[in-house]
């Protein structure tokens, strides 16, 4: 059985902890389907124990973390909260003496959402290339600098360390700990009875532009936004879409810029590369994404590629392909 431990800590985040938990027990749920035996089992741990009371009011009952033997748990997640909650839990006593000991001995560690500034006060992190929350990215950085915090990741893998950004990426990160333990498959099946969109991969941004554009609160421009996401291959210039908004270029050009805070253009391109991204992951040619995505020939993929990330498309293709 591979134990997985749950550090929670009065005012803590429910979904931190019970989505990534609800994969597991889907993982046991598949394996079971399958005839083969359950390989997770989940404990919830506290500094003292008894029932720990998340922001939401609802308690879960909880074991202290004193009693867990650091060689019966092979995976340690600390959970996130909000601000006070977490610097609370940072300057616990118990956790600052118990966590470090189940981090070594773990075969893997790691946080969920804000939870990793409990292990950063252990001195944790040192040197490792974390995840968390959007807004927490800067207080992280600066009040640990030997940190290396990445803005925009879904989830990050350090070695033995597994770093989550906001609440429901820690489902996206649990899935990848279930495609890693069993296999692909397990994770799939996973992810359909939990009725996911898709397995979203630890380097997808936090924000895709569409949620930037909703986060804004004008959804006037959503059928438009969801129809250029099917037609990345059509020509998605300003005079072709302001026709279909039915506005004129100007007018189209402002009411845009306002609704996603980008221009046109520059939403059109980070979408496509956003798409990209996704397609080479899955092993496609580049000059076949490069079709798919409006983004052709092949050389002018590469070369908006690798400005926006950093990386030639083919060598990440490479490194993130689906086998």
């Avoid at 005839?35 to 029932?51: D, H, I, K, M």
């Avoid at 998340?54 to 973390?65: D, I, K, M, Q």
């Avoid at 409006?294 to 908006?304: M, N, V």
């Amino acid at each position: 059985m591979h134990h997985v431990a749950f550090i929670v800590y009065p005012g803590f985040e429910l979904l931190d902890m019970s989505g990534p938990a609800s994969v597991f027990g889907g993982a046991n749920r598949a394996l079971s389907q399958r005839g083969e035996p359950a390989f997770y089992t989940v404990v919830l741990a506290s500094a003292q124990g008894g029932a720990i009371e998340s922001s939401s009011g609802v308690a879960l009952e909880t074991r202290p973390v004193a009693d867990m033997r650091p060689e019966d748990v092979q995976t340690v997640l600390v959970a996130g909260a909000e601000r006070e909650p977490v610097l609370h839990a940072a300057a616990d006593r118990v956790l600052l003496e118990t966590l470090p000991q189940l981090a070594r001995k773990a075969q893997r560690f790691g946080s969920v959402c804000t939870g990793g500034f409990v292990l950063a006060a252990l001195g944790l992190l040192d040197g490792k290339r974390v995840a968390t929350h959007w807004d927490s990215c800067t207080p992280l950085a600066k009040a640990f600098p030997r940190i290396a915090v990445d803005p925009d990741a879904l989830y990050v893998i350090d070695g033995r360390l597994w770093t989550s950004a906001g609440v429901t990426t820690g489902i996206d990160m649990a899935l990848a700990m279930v495609a890693q333990d069993l296999d692909a498959s397990i994770a799939g099946e996973v992810a359909k009875r939990l009725v996911l969109y898709a397995r979203r991969p630890g380097y997808q941004s936090q924000f895709s532009p569409v949620l930037k554009a909703q986060a804004k609160g004008d959804s006037s421009f959503a059928d438009l936004i969801g129809w250029m996401q099917a037609n990345l291959d059509a020509p998605l210039n300003v005079p072709s879409l302001a026709a279909r908004a039915g506005l004129s270029e100007r007018t189209f050009h402002r009411r845009f810029v306002a609704a996603t805070g980008e221009t046109p253009a520059r939403f059109v391109e980070i979408t496509r590369l956003d798409a990209a991204r996704m397609l080479l992951s899955r092993g496609l040619s580049l000059k076949l994404v490069a079709a798919q995505v409006g983004l052709f020939p092949p050389t002018r993929l590469a070369e908006a590629f690798e400005r926006r990330f950093g990386i030639a498309p083919r060598l990440f293709r490479d490194m993130h392909a689906e086998l």
